[in-house]
């Protein structure tokens, strides 16, 4: 029998996606390879916003290095501030007082709040659902304006000091960390109003991203996507750092693995940072905001690898110290990087659509991804 | 002197205070969006044009004829010129056998005037075989751009329209069977004569129709075509200047067109509500064009404030909906209808 030839035939509709389009959070670029709608095959490309933070590093002093932790997670800037004076702080053998440590932990919450808030006001708005989005920012600009009032700043804060915090928290600063934490609980709720139940929200979310518990370990995942897989992992409570063994709080975990879990979790991890911040206002003790130090900090010759819990994920820095004023080696481990790995993994079979909703799921800031 | 006045001058007269009124209303609502997601977004939204914004559509719309108009060198020029014409004029050509009201006596003269331009004995069928063409503007355009992303958006429309016309075409059955005519003229009258608006009767189908109507003018929910988080713009990315402008018009003239059909149909038309209860026949002072004006206003800010609340489907949900849930429901609903109507005889 003679075989038939296919008049018409498919082909792969290869897209490119960014790093100028409108959400991808950045500068991100992935390159789609549809059938259809339906994606078989991406490639993420990084490296965009690649400034050599590390390198950087490396030429600066102690201090001055500080800062530029500010650039890597531009909308959780003192989450990093902290995880680097935590570095340096543990390779000096610094004992912070615990004044210090009490408001190093509000403004991290407060940080927390901030990059979910951030989180949910974009990725609702990739979903299509607009208004959030603007809900979402004016709670944030709430915060901003508190780390502006402690410390001048809105963004890249540069928040604390090595041995402590540059200054005490201005007068009215509690009252007004106060009066925003009694405001957001009726405002998460007023979220979870337009979205935890609405039809097209479970439709968009379900189902979408799955990442099973095992291969979010294997891939290194961390931060709420990992606990979205149900693995209870936190380090605020596994290794706590900054006096977080001191405070009451839940650590949040999926059961589905997909979209909609991680949404939930991180609106949970919200309620549970205004519980902290509670602590910290009802605990706050008095006394010293700074250990004495040197004027001139030369860290022992030696190596540190000191881990956080970001709002992210796990954020690490690797610093090898020479004994002189500058960190021989600095390095710094990102969680957005890591669990962009992922992305690749949860989107391949889905529909372009879905792209949007991982992009928005996995939350990654390409400051921190590019460094 | 007679024939000449009641099938030429009067019309005409008719057709351009229609589309003159019609592009009016429209551009405010362009202007009404925005305020209204702004009043719903707890931001201003445009309020620097003149008082409270009021001259902004007009600004918008300086800017966009002197804006340059850019085509892709890989476009097909002609298609590409062509496709935002194709979209728009359909929406146009459509107002004309919209009823607004009933005879109106023009204050102060003796002049009574019909306000519709024509009341076809085959309006329904008119407005789904013209509204149907407007889907070529966007696959054209789509195609013509030369973009993929362009083209993905165009796929998508031309899929979208075509599935929830069914479904809207098999909801508005049920209320040609009740009124048992095809003209819209004689559907609003016959809600008169029934003494109630067919959106009672007809909720199944009137259900239907909200929905197809969201998905047929491309707005949130259904706005995939253009999703910006996804496509970029859909089927205009391409576009710029008043070629894009053309494709924005049509999204809002096709949003007063649904509305009316929607009016027409299953809310009374131009009547005012409860068209039977006596004892509010007060109410008929108000001429019959600001009832249907004020149901259309409420019409658009519903699609306002639909467009603020709701997420984005996604395409193969999108289909499911239309396909397994409303054509079935659809056509169910006439059946029912068809049996009560029997019953009733």
Redesign the interface.
Known sequence: MKKIEPLVDTQE?V?NMGPQ???THGVFRVILYLDG?TIMDCKPVIGYLHRGVEKLGENLTYPQVQPITDRMDYLASPAYNLGYVGAVEKLMGIEVPPRAEYIRVMINELTRIASHLVWLGTH????????I???CW?EREMVLDLFERYCGARLTTNTFRIGGLQQDIPEGFIEEVQDFINLLPSRIKDYET??TS?R??L??LKNVGIISAEEAINLGLSGPNLRGSGVKWDLRKAEPYCGYEKFDFIIPTGENCDSYDRYVIRLEEMRQSIRIIQQTIDGLPGGDIRAKIPKVLKPPVGEIYHRVEAPKGELGFYIYSDGSTKPYRFRVRAPSFVNLQSFATMIKGH??????AVIGTLDFVLGEVDR | MEELLNYFIIPLIMIFVVVGVGAFFMAYCTLMERRVLGFVQSRLGPNRVGPQGLLQPIADGVKLMLKEDVSPAVADKWVFTLAPILSFIPPIVLLAVIPFGTQWTIPGTSITVNLYVADLNIGILYLLAISSLGVYGLILGGWASNSKYSLLGALRAAAQMVSYEVAMGLSIIGVLMIASSLSLVDIVNAQKEMQIWFFIPQCIAFFIFLVSMFAETNRLPFDLPEAENELVAGYFTEYSGMRFALFYLAEYFNMIIVSSVAITLFLGGWMRPFPGVEFLSFLDIIPSWLWFMGKLICFIYLFIWVRSTFPRYRYDQLMRLGWKWLIPLALANILVTGLVMILIQ
């Open positions: 509709m897209i389009h409108p959400s709608e609702a708005l990739d979903v299509g659902a607009m208004t989005f603007f809900y004016r337009i979205l609405n097209i929200w439709n968009r529909l372009v659509a879905d792209v949007i």
